[in-house]
């Protein structure tokens, strides 16, 4: 991950920018809208065309996609259990899904505004929001 010494302040910057998701491929956004189409269609398997439509200019296999799939929506249910564990005042009794969490906090950015609210804990919270390594098993 690139960072930048900044030698007055005496700490390091990231020079990842709030739009983009962390040791993982595409925006926050993506991951947001990949994460989304599981919710409304109920299933991985109802939401590979979605996402990931077998007639894109770079498309991939069904295997590929669900995996792909897979791994953003693990990614951002832990994410987002983990903010809500971090803001009970705030967000107590919300479900960590991007459908509840779209309601409660009023925007269609949930990934964005989220890691703008939570931005003093990034080093602790799990990709894509936050910079904290994946535990090896």
Not at 2 to 27: D, E, H, I
Not at 61 to 79: D, F, K, M
Not at 84 to 112: C, H, K, M, Q, Y
Request: some cysteine; glycine content about 6%; charged content about 20%.
């Amino acid at each position: 991950m690139a960072r930048f010494w900044c030698p007055r302040q005496g700490a390091s910057v990231s020079l990842l920018p709030a739009f983009l998701a962390a040791r993982m491929s595409g925006t926050l956004d993506a991951v947001e809208a990949a994460v989304l189409a599981v919710e409304q269609a109920g299933s991985i398997a109802g939401a590979i065309e979605q996402v990931h439509p077998a007639d894109a200019e770079r498309a991939i296999g069904p295997v590929c996609a669900q995996r792909s799939i897979r791994r953003r929506l693990r990614a951002v249910r832990a994410a987002l259990l983990a903010i809500i564990t971090l803001l009970p005042e705030r967000l107590s009794g919300v479900a960590p899904t991007i459908t509840a969490l779209r309601e409660v906090l009023s925007t269609e950015r949930v990934l964005v505004v989220v890691r703008c609210i939570v931005e003093q804990h990034l080093g602790a919270l799990p990709t894509p929001l936050g910079f904290r390594h994946r535990a090896r098993a």
